[in-house]
């Protein structure tokens, strides 16, 4: 008989402090912090106490919470020898400071016992006085997880006890990420991916992270950096599993036209074409996409108005003040270089045709109107009619 009775007096301390049913005078909810579950990752399981109509409130929660062996790994353990103080963090919302916890972690059942009480006045009456979180670690989504809380849930005011149904709370595995990011194009500051409707981007390098931003175009970047890209679909959470990454490197920065500019640079020589005579340099440096460029007349002196001329030259240098890059102005029929066609340039290209005169290859460019790598006659006599205002090189086909 003594055996018996000390088994009995075991299994009675414990049981939760409810004992007495009654009609269900509140509710416990569950919901996470994310509508999907991702392998790897934290889902925080938050459970509610509401719709409380028990007069002036309880002062006694308890419920159990189970969870999936299989699915997931409570990321707070037992640990008895300073009383499970890590689970106290559990309880983010009480009506005041004397709240406290009393709660274990059943790894067999697969569920944390949980309860809360104080010994002051302050009660949980209103919704959402009582607010619990308890982190899971996924470890397979695979058909998505379930939470729930048991049906012994139990509430107390004056040691009567209130019983309440559990709740349950499933939690969808997350989709497929989506493919990795596609390139549209690049320049030395600009990135552009092809865009895929719902899904976010983020750029990263050293020093520099974008966040997440629905757009596909990222400008402002640094010239000649590595970059790493990821994307998610926008549905899935911001706890979303990523694409596979890419890496990607902006272009060491050359001078570079805006979209749409009339004006050529060729690469194998560095002219920049298309420029007409009295061109002024207000007009001319809006043709330029770079921020910062340094313009130079024929002589060499930095100019920043009048007319831009053969022999300018366009320079872009790097923070050190090293030149990186540079183009050299051909202006059709301008041979002296002062922007606009005149008896100089019909007499500078009439004596380089005779030998008597030696060109610069920028200004050999603009004395051949007629096509060719050679002076000839009829470029003399073009430039000649441009001037007297018989012809126009600018509108020969």
Known sequence: MKKIFITLIAIITVLPLCIYAEV????????????????????????????????????YVYFELFYDKSKVEPTVQNDPDNENSGMNAFLVTKPDDKWEGLCRL????????????????????????????????????????????????????????????????????????????????????TIAFKKNEGVSYRLTAAGYDSGWQSGSVFKGLTPATAYTVICRYDSHGANADVSESLN??????????????????????????????????????????NAKLTVKNIGGKVVTGGYIGTGTTVELYDAS?????????????????????????????????????????????????????????VDYLMIKRHFGGTYNIYLKK
């Not at 019983?163 to 390139?183: M, Q, R, T």
């Not at 490197?249 to 570079?256: A, G, K, Q, Y």
């Not at 500078?348 to 030998?355: M, V, W």
């Open 24 to 59: 269900e005078p509140y509710e416990l909810k569950l919901s996470a912090d994310d509508i999907y579950c991702h392998n790897g990752k934290v889902i925080n399981v938050t459970v509610t106490l509401g719709k409380i109509e028990v007069s002036g409130g309880v002062g």
């Open 106 to 189: 059943d790894t067999e059942r697969g569920c944390y016992e949980l309860a809360y009480m104080t010994e002051s006045t302050a009660l949980a009456a209103a919704d959402a006085s009582i607010v619990v979180t308890v982190p899971f670690k996924v470890k397979d989504n695979k058909d998505g997880i379930e939470f729930y809380i048991g049906d012994n849930a139990c509430a107390d005011y004056g040691f009567k006890q209130y019983y309440a149904s559990g709740d349950n709370l499933f939690v969808e595995a997350s989709p497929e990420p989506p493919a990795k990011p596609a390139v549209d194009y690049i320049t030395f500051d």
């Open 248 to 289: 990607v490197n902006t272009l060491p920065e050359t001078i570079t036209l805006n979209s749409g500019s009339d004006y050529q640079i060729d690469d194998k020589t560095s002219f920049l074409l298309g420029v007409c005579e009295k061109v002024s340099y207000a007009d001319f440096i809006k043709q330029f996409y």
């Open 321 to 377: 003040g090293k030149l990186i890059d540079s183009v050299c102005v051909v202006v059709m029929g301008d041979l002296s270089g002062d922007g606009e066609i005149s008896s100089a340039d019909i007499l500078l290209i009439k004596r380089a045709y005779l030998g008597t005169a030696k060109l610069s290859d920028c200004q050999t460019a603009s004395a051949l109107v007629a096509g060719g790598d050679s002076i000839k006659p």
